[in-house]
């Protein structure tokens, strides 16, 4: 649950991430709120500090500096509530992605029904699978027992039995988890979470409540073809949060600051996606996708569902043997707009690792960086596809639904030298269907704004409303194929002021369309080749009202799914060429 709302003109996020901690300051501007401004520190949750609150309280520094604003007391402390001088902020509220390693055992009765839903919950937020455990894997009671004291995890899920069904079995897994628990020193006792069959609640208490920190959650697979994995959600979040603070010199202070208002970074994050479905006035979902150094996260959403997945191997300081048993260097290096040496790509993989908010210092080192990110957004939503969009799984082709808009969000992201290298990365490693917008959150506030709105939805609204956002372009991705050169596109826009131009679109290209930033233009679409623009099946047309983003209109006429060339010095070729179209 959250907590509970409390008015608040003026508020403090802080956003604790691996690299850096940021202080984010939202106040009411003419009766309206207004993102106003940010601080940023290195987070100071490793040696030789050890103390989150000071890379907080030095972010916080640096936002008073900024706005010239009171915000610290003499004591050091924040100012809360605001006072009569205009010093201080009536709230606080924070995300957290930092920290070391949260090893989880997840255990079901069958592994491809109740086991894959407790890892499924597991990858909500960030966590690391070590171990899972199913009646069908053939292991013995005692083998189960000495696996989850090997492991000696921070936390164990166990799901499993539809809400009414068998007992026996369930409560097997229960017996091995019970006993592991009983065995382990009180100081290593995981948390545990349930969220199985409802009819063997009181076998569960019984058995751990004594033992561990139990929560029990609505069962994630109540039926043998229903999967609620985020009815669990607000536990394991809460759980999170738990684990941290005792991992964390520090964070339980943070946590009594904000009055409860602290939750993974990645739930703050897909409640604004999921804000952006239900008000979305389209039939079409909404995509996020955040890089961040301890993950990657990306959350679907439409009017009633919400998918979130959390991709801890996928993040940059993800040690680069796991890195690479996820991708390989030929992936990566198949981004690349210039030759370079898979030796080079490794060198720079292992350097980074150590180092995750380290800036490339070399163009090498700034296009394998690019190429990663692209590859990261690819294998995620390759994981992932299957699951928020089930019909994907019947088509080879893993196409993207159409989404409506597609936020991007991460400092990898933002640090790019052009918003036109972002907005490459972003088509490459997203590959969109249709229309859509893509929007870059450009000042990384996005999970700020998903736990600010725990105080008021205005905050969502008017600050979604702003120009805190950067609306890259309308883009177009016709899905179809042709041999390069052929037309498959013709576009005639009509601007406000009469004028109108005319573009034939070919196969293989990216191409811009001006429409200055902000004004309407209306499209007129005419596919050929029974190309899908997603105005209702092959080779249909019509007109589209656009909204200029900073990059205007964009149509990505390369096809999807995206098919690089495989000889690598026409592919380097065709890759700068849209780099120079996007880029200037």
Known sequence: MLPPAVKADSLITLDIGTTATRAHLFDVVNERYRFIASGIAPTTIGPPINDVREGILNALAQLQDTTQRTLLGNNGGIIIPSQP???????????????????????????????????????????????????????????????????????????????????????????????????????????????????????????????????????????????????????????????RSQQLYGLSDVKSWTDDHLEPGATAFARIIHFLGQVNSTDKGVLGIDIGA????????????????????????????????????????????????????????????????????????????????????????????????????????????????????????TNAPSLGQTLLMALDGIQPTGITTMVLDQNNIAASLGVASTFSPLISVQIL?????????????????????????????????????????????????????????TLQLRPLHRFDVGMGGPGRGGKVQVVGGALGVVIDARGRPLELPSDGNRRRKAIRRWLRVLDG
């Open 85 to 243: 001088d205009g010093t201080g902020v009536d709230a606080l509220a924070a995300t957290l992605s930092a920290g070391p390693e949260i090893k989880v055992v997840a255990l079901g009765l069958l592994e491809n029904v109740s086991l894959e839903s407790a890892v499924n919950l597991a990858k909500t937020t960030y966590t690391s699978i070590s171990e899972t455990i199913s009646i069908n894997d053939r292991r013995k009671q005692d083998q189960r027992i000495d696996t989850i004291l090997r492991v000696r995890p921070n936390l164990i899920i166990m799901a499993g039995g539809i809400d009414g069904g068998a007992e026996r079995t369930p409560k097997k897994l229960l017996e091995a988890v019970s006993l592991a628990c009983y065995l382990m020193p009180g100081d290593t006792h995981p948390q545990v979470l349930y969220a199985g069959n409802k009819d063997i609640h009181k076998d569960v208490k019984e058995a751990l409540e004594n033992l561990v920190e139990l929560d029990i959650a609505p069962n994630i697979h109540p039926s043998l073809n229903t999967e609620h994995i985020m009815s669990a959600h607000p536990q394991i979040s809460k759980i999170y949060t738990q684990i």
């Open 465 to 521: 409303e702003s120009n805190a956002f950067i609306n890259l372009g309308t883009i177009i991705s016709p899905v179809g194929y042709a041999h390069p050169g052929n037309s498959i596109l013709r576009v005639t826009t009509k601007f406000s002021n009469g004028a109108e131009t005319h573009n034939d679109i070919e196969y293989g290209t990216i191409s811009l369309i001006t429409v200055p930033q902000g004004q309407s233009a």
């Open 294 to 413: 301890s993950a990657l996260t990306l959350a679907a959403a439409n009017t009633d569902d919400l998918f979130l997945r959390v991709y801890t191997e996928l993040g940059f300081d993800a040690p680069t043997e796991h890195l690479l048993a996820n991708l390989t260097i030929e992936k990566i290096a198949r981004w690349l707009p210039i030759d370079i040496s898979h030796a080079k790509i490794r060198d720079y993989l292992y350097n980074k690792a150590p180092h995750p908010g380290s800036r490339p210092s070399t163009t090498e080192e700034m296009f394998i960086e690019q190429a990663l990110i692209r590859q990261h957004m690819r294998s995620a939503l390759k994981s992932a596809l299957p699951k928020f969009h089930p019909q994907a799984a019947n088509n080879p082709q893993m196409l993207m639904p159409a989404f409506e808009p597609i936020m991007i969000a991460g400092q990898a992201l």
